[in-house]
């Protein structure tokens, strides 16, 4: 930053300064409520009431930080222009300047490049740091849990399949669910009308990739119309398309635990699933444009508290925190509304993950617009 800092103008290096020093303060004043709200409370609960050893929870809190740091950067923006601007006002320093012939647009600038700045690191902390750290997070809390509690199992697990006119068409039957796998199981199979196979296998397990059932070591006997056998055919692996609603109940992937290029992946593989849920793949859609839109707040938020502490009143940190809060509480219920009605169909997900940045952006503008007069 100090070396970016020496090609700009005394008066850009001079604000952008004392832009830092508010910034450092926000940013720590925002993440230590953060966790302080967000994961301290929760964690502490479980070390008391799930007895989740503490340096666990300590490492998952320190996993958990970067995800607040990443809501906190575009608050410490807002704060950071909001107070350094104030002061400037404040002080007559901002008469001055425009005395001698600044104008507002010139002043903006530095909160301007300020914001950019803010919004790269914002950028890359969404996209690398913070999904890699909840990804870590949640496997070692899982692991935690799982190492202190039975895993989970199911006995004499029968299922009817029924195809049109609530004619039964498989019967599956397994004797065990150790949470991860079926085990000795047995499928009566009747989709042509009457019973034309028996299918018997060790074990079998969801294929998530393949959105089938892999059964194990079996055996398939295929029965002829006067219910004498045909043909017997012994498998190692075999893939079998039964009903969705047998699919044991997996938890979705969260896309605050994937990059961008993660979730698109993820988002194409859904996409080419011709079960897929719409719903669940306008969600996704939705949620990875607001990925890419979200650090462009810091953007309009910079300027936006630039152009609030222009104005002759001055605030000091209390008063802009207070400001503060307040805007990016209505930023943020903007933002979940028009995202809800994205997530709803109503609007398409580019224009619901960037409509309350555009807001927030005009609003600047106008600000800006009325301070120049």
Known sequence: MKSLLKNFSVLDRYIIGELNLAFAFGLGLFSALGIAVGSLFDLLAQVRESRLLFDVALKVMAL?????????????????????????????????????????????LPA???????????????????PLANAQA??????????????????????PEYGEDDVLKRLFYAAEFDGQQMKDLTIIDRSNGSLNQIVTAEAAGWDLARNQWSFQNGIIYFINADGSYRNVLRFDRHQIQLSNELRVDEELPKHEDMSLAQL????????????????????????????????????????????IGLRPQSAGKATGFGLCVGLI??????AFMISSVGVAGYLPPILAAWLPNLIVMAIASGLVLQSSR
């Open 64 to 108: 958990k930080m970067p995800e607040f740091i990443g809501f906190a950067l575009p608050m410490a923006v807002l704060l950071a222009t909001l107070i350094v601007y104030s002061r400037l006002s404040g002080d007559s320093e901002i008469i001055a300047l425009r005395s001698l012939g600044i104008s507002v647009y010139r002043l903006v």
């Open 264 to 307: 698109r992946q993820y988002m194409q593989t859904v996409a080419a699933d011709p079960d897929r849920d719409e719903a669940w793949l306008r969600k996704l859609r939705v949620r990875f444009q607001e990925k890419i839109s979200f650090p462009f707040i810091c953007l309009a938020l910079g300027v936006v508290g630039a152009a």
């Open 138 to 159: 949640t496997q070692t809390l899982e692991q935690a849990f799982l190492q202190k509690q039975a895993p989970f199992r199911d006995e004499k697990i029968i299922y």
């Open 329 to 334: 509480f209505g930023y943020y219920f903007l």
């Open 112 to 130: 301007l490049l300020f914001s950019i700045f803010a919004t790269t690191i914002t950028f890359v902390f969404k996209d690398q740091v913070i």
